[in-house]
């Protein structure tokens, strides 16, 4: 009796071992380009998810409030680092951190969250014409406001310690 081996044909292998290719300056050139030409798209879709967070509900429980919040935060960290609007970026970060502290501390006060939603609207809206003290005094007042939260609800595991 014998037996047969089958041993399928490594593609990914063949198709690099040929010749070819682009050097790594030409493809980040290419990449490079490629983002430029989308900027207006991402401009738009950042602009739309921003609209879309302020007419974000308060949800019956906090925790999913503090979940839709922080999923929304999230696309919008993610157009803003990709359009440069550092300052949106930096704010719906602070969101996150925000939510996410308070769905771990099983929280349900959900009265901040519209505070951060109005700093990530007047970051895009006001951001690039912000002098960089007003910028900094909006992140730091969300930052003060995460800790104070952070202090009126402790993690559950900082209460055993």
Not at 21 to 42: N, W
Not at 79 to 92: D, F, I, P
Not at 123 to 139: D, F, I, S
């Amino acid at each position: 009796m014998s037996k047969r081996f089958y041993k399928p044909e490594n593609r990914l292998g063949a198709v690099m071992s040929q010749p070819g290719g682009m050097p790594a300056r030409a493809a980040l050139a290419r990449a490079k380009y490629q983002m430029t030409q989308k900027r207006g798209e991402f401009e738009k879709r950042l602009k739309a998810r921003v609209k879309e967070i302020q007419a974000m509900p308060v949800c019956d429980t906090a925790g999913e409030t503090f979940r839709t919040a922080s999923m929304k935060a999230s696309d919008i960290v993610t157009l803003a680092g990709v359009t440069g609007q550092k300052l949106t970026m930096t704010t719906a970060a602070a969101l996150i951190e925000f939510a996410e502290w308070m769905l771990e501390a099983e929280a349900g006060d959900t009265a901040p969250i519209p505070v951060f939603i109005d700093s990530i609207r007047l970051a895009h809206e006001k951001g690039p014409r912000m002098t960089e003290e007003e910028a900094q005094t909006l992140v730091a007042r969300l930052h003060r406001l995460t800790d104070i939260y952070q202090a009126r609800y402790p993690l559950p595991d900082e209460d055993a310690a």
